[in-house]
Nanobody, 121 residues
Framework: VQLQASGGGLVQAGGSLRLSCAASGRTYGMGWFRQAPGKEREFVAAISLSGFSTYYADSVKGRFTISRDNAKNTVYLQMNSLKPEDTAVYYC??????????????????WGQGTQVTVSS
């Protein structure tokens, strides 16, 4: 499975961005993580195979929305009301062993290359 993340960029605080993650093959549970300079990679959002179940980190709840289009093997992360502390490299990940939505980083099997999101104040 290959994952290709895109959609990052530079945006002012309060703005929006939409990230996409295209998968080369069938995927199961999918997630987004982010890593800021000098910090560990942290969970952002996850979605189940069906798309009916989602899970968010408290820091993004109410601002970010994860969704998926299984016909296109693509997962999206709509990010609204962005804050400077959202600045990070964002990675999508696929868990081939589970169809559930979860934030357990070590259980994700495949990772995309990352896309930079920079939010200016």
């Amino acid at each position: 499975v290959q994952l290709q993340a895109s959609g990052g960029g530079l945006v002012q605080a309060g703005g929006s961005l939409r990230l996409s993650c295209a998968a080369s093959g069938r995927t199961y549970g999918m997630g987004w993580f982010r890593q800021a300079p000098g910090k560990e990679r942290e969970f952002v959002a996850a979605i189940s195979l069906s798309g009916f179940s989602t899970y968010y980190a408290d820091s993004v709840k109410g601002r970010f929305t994860i969704s998926r289009d299984n016909a296109k093997n693509t997962v999206y992360l709509q990010m609204n009301s962005l804050k400077p502390e959202d600045t990070a490299v964002y990675y999508c990940a696929a868990d081939l062993g589970s169809s559930l939505a979860h934030g357990l980083r070590d259980q994700y099997d495949y990772w995309g290359q990352g896309t930079q999101v920079t939010v200016s104040s």
